[in-house]
């Protein structure tokens, strides 16, 4: 009997001490969590009954009004949601933040972050930077995807939207590898091939203008970084491309905002080190990539990642 008893008390003993190391397992990745941080990307915020008819690049931080807004009160109710100064700061200092920490994003400065965005921004008081191509604001310039993903998709290439949807990835991909001297000509011959006017493509995709920028500037919230002079794939430039792309994109919007622009955002989502050094040279203060994790530990502050948002909880449950 004495040793049933014993036998049990082992058992119970080792199968309390197996809960506990569990337990502890789930702290520790409680802990860890508590003092992550998370910097969110998105590219278009459009009107809900056109979430489905317009394309970005790959289709990637796209969505409509109504799910931004849920996703900005949600995150707002259960997350920190931190200047991307402050989040940099921090980062730059080695000094935790006291929760999950979270800063809101947008690259290339369509009109819809205005027109969409900065109203539900404004309405959960949540702090957002805006990466600005600066030679496209304030101007009737059209992006060369737009243009693409215009025209092909109100052609007849496909039946169903899904399959037009792969064919444009596709295309857009292998347009991006090319020369730009020799990616406009193509692009040019498709939109003259089509019929589509241009005015008509820049219609449905609008930048934003130097005033509507400086309205958001002055509420405070809203910051803006650069995503260079005319977005092109600095890889391919020569070094005397770089400055021009990359210093004098951050003249021209300090100009404009008469303030200091601390930030930069990699097009494409592709640098060398020569990239990251140039962008130190200019007087950044950190740069990003989009959604691509470019472990560099020697430029820690000049290869963050973002986080490229999708529909819906999930991703948001699976990564945070």
Not at 28 to 37: F, G, P, V
Not at 194 to 206: R, Y
Not at 226 to 238: A, G, I, R
Not at 251 to 259: A, D, P, Q, S, V
Request: overall charge positive; proline content about 2%.
């Amino acid at each position: 009997m004495n040793k049933i008893i014993s036998y049990f008390s082992w058992l119970a003993k080792y199968y309390l001490g197996f809960i506990f190391a569990f337990e502890l397992l789930i702290l520790k990745d409680r802990l860890n969590r508590k003092n992550k941080t998370y910097i969110l990307l998105y590219h278009r915020i459009t009107d809900d009954d056109d979430a489905k008819k317009i394309s970005y690049p790959l289709d990637a931080g796209l969505i409509s009004k109504k799910e931004f807004e849920w996703q900005m009160r949600y995150l707002s109710k259960k997350y920190q949601i931190v200047s991307l100064k402050n989040l940099v700061l921090s980062l730059k200092n080695k000094k935790k933040l006291s929760s999950v920490s979270i800063a809101i994003t947008f690259d290339d400065g369509y009109k819809d972050n205005y027109l969409n965005a900065y109203p539900i921004l404004k309405k959960y008081n949540i702090p957002a930077t805006i990466f600005l191509v600066s030679d496209y604001i304030g101007t009737n310039k059209i992006f060369w995807w737009d243009k693409v993903t215009y025209v092909l998709r109100y052609n007849k290439l496909a039946k169903k939207r899904i399959k037009k949807d792969f064919l444009i990835h596709k295309i857009l991909v292998d347009l991006r590898k090319l020369d730009e001297i020799k990616r406009e000509k193509i692009i040019e011959d498709l939109v003259n091939k089509s019929n589509i006017s241009l005015a008509k493509i820049q219609k449905s995709n609008p930048v934003l203008s130097w005033d509507e920028i400086k309205k958001m500037n002055e509420c405070r919230l809203i910051d803006f970084a650069s995503h260079t002079k005319t977005h092109p794939l600095l890889t391919k430039l020569e070094n005397y491309q770089l400055k021009e792309e990359i210093y004098n994109s951050k003249l021209e919007i300090e100009k404009r905002l008469g303030k200091k622009i601390y930030f930069f955002a990699y097009p494409y989502s592709e640098a060398n080190q020569s990239i990251k050094t140039a962008a130190k040279k200019a007087g950044y203060l950190a740069a990003f990539f989009a959604d691509i994790n470019q472990e560099d530990k020697l430029n820690k502050l000049f290869s963050l990642k973002r986080i490229v948002p999708l529909e819906g909880l999930t991703w948001i449950k699976k990564i945070i």
